[in-house]
């Protein structure tokens, strides 16, 4: 820990300045520091302390097992998926080293499992079966203006023929009618025919409407004088017949630009038994930053993303279905900025908080509301503020789920900006006419800032940084614990890392929750060293686990039915006050869009506590889930798995 932060806590633990003038007057600046510090550890040490402000502690795992966190999610077994793809290095990517982690928080066993993509930055969610599906991820790294060299960027390849396809192959060179420079695409490219077009009314035939393909093109070779600067056609070289006369490319400006990251349609599920990668169908768009949401039906929406050649996905979303294994398009179109925050509601519409990762125009898809799928109507939500400030920021759906309350947390400008929020922003879906209002503020404002839902209905919030990845050294080393039923924070202990950007937490089954990631830009204040990936694991245990004995919790069914009731023993069945379902976490980005707090009724009879699951297939989406009990003190059991089919 740091001097700044050091003094910093120390002042909140409000150390005697008689004991402080002492120890600087008897012992200089060096063992006024270190008396500072271990005075610090002995109070945070004390058991009045960590029942009020919890305890922190770091993880660190052995060299060999380190890796770049950027995803995490809680398998049904009680163990940590940790994905780090390539991590966000350039090195590994070029190498095709790809890493993936599981770590069981109850033995401190870490285990090194074999990845099949670079799952860098992809997407994911909890399935009914107890698996996570994981879609998408990195094709190749983003390139900055002065590290391009080859002019290039989207050729569009139109087919005027009717009745084929046709397939062009990696390497296909397409030649400008006016600048006559050559370019030469990267990938193959699949050109589906045109579409005959008919006049309604009359049947008479009017047109063809080309098919279109979407390539990526670079000059054959380096430098500026390969740059274009307009639009121009296209023709493709190696056709002939009609082929060559139907078939012909249209680009804009190729030039010497930042290239963005570009996406893959790979897809994969975890089986957190097997502990491996499954394949399944690839997407059909390729996607680097896209959500994954289930659906009212069970399926899972995909969502954004920038596609293989670097562009944000137009607005082309796709659902799997977990039987077939298949993706399908939606019928029509809806854009969002890259991880948007996505929630199934109740009534089957999802929930579109405003909070995103960025990329994609500042004016589509921004503005927070109700996305009825099936018609595609969205409806707009009025009344949040800092609207210009929502990129990095963290949304969770206050528990209990059942009052369908949401929380926007902080978050930061457009891009890099130096913009960042010190609000929270709260809006009730259920009142008549939903608005966003204002909750309790945080001390700074605060880009990524990762939230967690605790069992005993309460949220905990931590971590952010005021600036973009962290500049001018702005981690945020504050965490607060917020109360619904009050609508209050309260300040709790202090974490001992800082984090930003590719980081976010979870809850265990323990009722403690660990921290993962962050990716600083910069070292120091000064922003002249680069900063170095987070690789180390925090565990917060909250003040409830210092208030006394937990209440028991054991037996209960391996699965319970929407509307059905299971019974669970416990030695302090009296004491209960509240019989939580939670939903296991998925999270990256400070998105995690799968967890949820159910409240469920219940019943005590001696020993045994009944508990009846609502019968809300949208509160209740079928998979796994933790069954945790709380003590009329707030301090929760440890949780007992059940599958929700």
Same mark, same amino acid.
């Given at each position: 820990?740091?001097?700044?932060?050091?003094?910093?806590?120390?002042?909140?633990?409000?150390?005697?300045?008689?004991?402080?003038?002492?120890?600087?007057?008897?012992?200089?600046?060096?063992?006024?520091?270190?008396?500072?510090?271990?005075?610090?550890?002995?109070?945070?040490?004390?058991?009045?302390?960590?029942?009020?402000?919890?305890?922190?502690?770091?993880?660190?795992?052995?060299?060999?097992?380190?890796?770049?966190?950027?995803?995490?999610?809680?398998?049904?077994?009680?163990?940590?998926?940790?994905?780090?793809?390539?991590?966000?290095?350039?090195?590994?990517?070029?190498?095709?080293?790809?890493?993936?982690?599981?770590?069981?928080?109850?033995?401190?066993?870490?285990?090194?499992?074999?990845?099949?993509?670079?799952?860098?930055?992809?997407?994911?969610?909890?399935?009914?079966?107890?698996?996570?599906?994981?879609?998408?991820?990195?094709?190749?790294?983003?390139?900055?203006?002065?590290?391009?060299?080859?002019?290039?960027?989207?050729?569009?390849?139109?087919?005027?023929?009717?009745?084929?396809?046709?397939?062009?192959?990696?390497?296909?060179?397409?030649?400008?009618?006016?600048?006559?420079?050559?370019?030469?695409?990267?990938?193959?490219? !699949? +050109? @589906?025919?045109?579409?005959? %077009? $008919? *006049? =309604?009314? /009359?049947? #008479?035939?009017?047109?063809?409407?080309?098919?279109?393909?979407?390539?990526?093109?670079?000059?054959?070779?380096?430098?500026?004088?390969?740059?274009?600067?307009?639009?121009?056609?296209?023709?493709?070289?190696?056709?002939?017949?009609?082929?060559?006369?139907?078939?012909?490319?249209?680009?804009?400006?190729?030039?010497?630009?930042?290239?963005?990251?570009?996406?893959?349609?790979?897809?994969?599920?975890?089986?957190?038994?097997?502990?491996?990668?499954?394949?399944?169908?690839?997407?059909?768009?390729?996607?680097?930053?896209?959500?994954?949401?289930?659906?009212?039906?069970?399926?899972?929406?995909?969502?954004?993303?920038?596609?293989?050649?670097?562009? !944000? +996905? @137009?607005?082309?979303?796709? %659902? $799997? *279905? =977990?039987? /077939?294994? #298949?993706?399908?398009?939606?019928?029509?179109?809806?854009?969002?900025?890259?991880?948007?925050?996505?929630?199934?509601?109740?009534?089957?519409?999802?929930?579109?908080?405003?909070?995103?990762?960025?990329?994609?125009?500042?004016?589509?898809?921004?503005?927070?509301?109700?996305?009825?799928?099936?018609?595609?109507?969205?409806?707009?939500?009025?009344?949040?503020?800092?609207?210009?400030?929502?990129?990095?920021?963290?949304?969770?759906?206050?528990?209990?789920?059942?009052?369908?309350?949401?929380?926007?947390?902080?978050?930061?400008?457009?891009?890099?900006?130096?913009?960042?929020?010190?609000?929270?922003?709260?809006?009730?879906?259920?009142?008549?006419?939903?608005?966003?209002?204002?909750?309790?503020?945080?001390?700074?404002? /605060?880009?990524?800032?990762?939230?967690?839902?605790?069992?005993?209905?309460?949220?905990?919030?931590?971590?952010?940084?005021?600036?973009?990845?962290?500049?001018?050294?702005?981690?945020?080393?504050?965490?607060?614990?917020?109360?619904?039923?009050?609508?209050?924070?309260?300040?709790?202990?202090?974490?001992?890392?800082?984090?930003?950007?590719?980081?976010?937490?979870?809850?265990?089954?323990?009722?403690?929750?660990?921290?993962?990631?962050?990716?600083?830009?910069?070292?120091?204040?000064?922003?002249?060293?680069?900063?170095?990936?987070?690789?180390?694991?925090?565990?917060?245990?909250?003040?409830?686990?210092?208030?006394?004995?937990?209440?028991?919790?054991?037996?209960?069914?391996?699965?319970?039915?929407?509307?059905?009731?299971?019974?669970?023993?416990?030695?302090?069945?009296?004491?209960?006050?509240?019989?939580?379902?939670?939903?296991?976490?998925?999270?990256?980005?400070?998105?995690?869009?799968?967890?949820?707090?159910?409240?469920?009724?219940?019943?005590?009879?001696?020993?045994?506590?009944?508990?009846?699951?609502?019968?809300?297939?949208?509160?209740?989406?079928?998979?796994?889930?933790?069954?945790?009990?709380?003590?009329?003190?707030?301090?929760?059991?440890?949780?007992?798995?059940?599958?929700?089919?």
């Amino acid at each position: 820990m740091n001097d700044r932060a050091g003094r910093r806590r120390a002042r909140r633990l409000a150390i005697g300045t008689a004991v402080v003038l002492a120890l600087a007057g008897m012992n200089g600046p060096w063992l006024y520091r270190f008396g500072t510090e271990k005075y610090h550890q002995y109070q945070i040490n004390k058991p009045e302390y960590k029942a009020a402000n919890g305890k922190w502690e770091i993880v660190d795992f052995p060299e060999e097992y380190r890796q770049n966190t950027i995803h995490a999610a809680l398998l049904r077994t009680g163990k940590i998926l940790l994905v780090a793809g390539s991590g966000n290095n350039q090195d590994n990517f070029d190498a095709k080293k790809f890493d993936t982690r599981i770590w069981d928080p109850v033995k401190g066993t870490v285990k090194k499992v074999p990845t099949p993509s670079d799952l860098f930055c992809t997407g994911h969610t909890q399935l009914a079966n107890g698996n996570l599906l994981i879609a998408g991820g990195t094709k190749r790294y983003e390139k900055l203006k002065g590290d391009v060299t080859k002019a290039g960027g989207l050729m569009i390849v139109h087919n005027e023929d009717p009745d084929q396809p046709i397939t062009l192959p990696a390497g296909t060179k397409f030649t400008g009618k006016e600048n006559g420079r050559t370019f030469v695409s990267k990938d193959p490219v !699949l +050109v @589906p025919r045109a579409k005959k %077009v $008919f *006049d =309604p009314a /009359t049947g #008479k035939f009017l047109r063809n409407d080309p098919g279109l393909g979407r390539i990526y093109v670079e000059a054959q070779k380096s430098g500026a004088e390969y740059e274009t600067g307009t639009q121009d056609n296209y023709r493709v070289q190696g056709l002939s017949g009609a082929a060559a006369r139907n078939t012909y490319g249209i680009a804009q400006k190729l030039a010497l630009d930042k290239k963005d990251f570009q996406g893959i349609r790979d897809a994969y599920e975890f089986d957190p038994v097997a502990e491996k990668y499954i394949k399944v169908d690839p997407m059909n768009e390729a996607r680097w930053y896209p959500t994954l949401t289930t659906l009212s039906d069970g399926k899972i929406l995909s969502v954004s993303g920038l596609d293989d050649i670097g562009q !944000l +996905v @137009p607005g082309k979303n796709e %659902v $799997f *279905d =977990p039987k /077939t294994k #298949k993706w399908t398009y939606l019928e029509k179109t809806r854009q969002f900025p890259t991880y948007p925050a996505l929630f199934l509601m109740q009534n089957g519409k999802v929930f579109y908080s405003g909070s995103n990762a960025g990329y994609g125009p500042d004016n589509v898809g921004r503005e927070p509301g109700v996305w009825d799928v099936d018609t595609n109507k969205f409806t707009k939500i009025p009344g949040l503020s800092d609207a210009d400030q929502m990129e990095t920021s963290g949304t969770v759906l206050l528990p209990p789920a059942q009052d369908e309350k949401y929380m926007v947390i902080g978050g930061g400008g457009v891009g890099e900006s130096k913009k960042s929020s010190n609000r929270t922003r709260i809006v009730d879906l259920r009142s008549g006419s939903p608005k966003f209002e204002d909750g309790p503020t945080l001390e700074k404002g /605060t880009r990524y800032p990762q939230s967690s839902i605790l069992p005993n209905d309460t949220v905990l919030v931590s971590g952010g940084s005021e600036d973009y990845r962290g500049r001018g050294d702005s981690n945020v080393l504050q965490a607060r614990i917020y109360h619904p039923d009050s609508n209050s924070f309260v300040q709790v202990a202090d974490p001992l890392v800082g984090r930003n950007y590719h980081s976010g937490s979870i809850l265990l089954p323990d009722g403690r929750v660990m921290f993962f990631g962050s990716d600083s830009l910069y070292a120091d204040k000064a922003n002249t060293k680069p900063g170095e990936f987070e690789q180390r694991v925090e565990i917060y245990t909250p003040p409830y686990l210092y208030q006394g004995p937990r209440p028991s919790l054991s037996g209960g069914p391996e699965s319970i039915e929407r509307g059905g009731s299971g019974t669970f023993t416990s030695q302090h069945a009296s004491a209960i006050k509240k019989m939580r379902l939670i939903r296991p976490s998925a999270s990256t980005h400070v998105t995690d869009v799968d967890q949820r707090s159910v409240a469920l009724d219940f019943e005590v009879s001696g020993d045994k506590v009944t508990v009846t699951v609502p019968k809300n297939r949208n509160l209740v989406q079928s998979g796994w889930y933790m069954v945790f009990a709380a003590d009329d003190q707030g301090v929760p059991s440890e949780a007992r798995w059940v599958r929700i089919p």
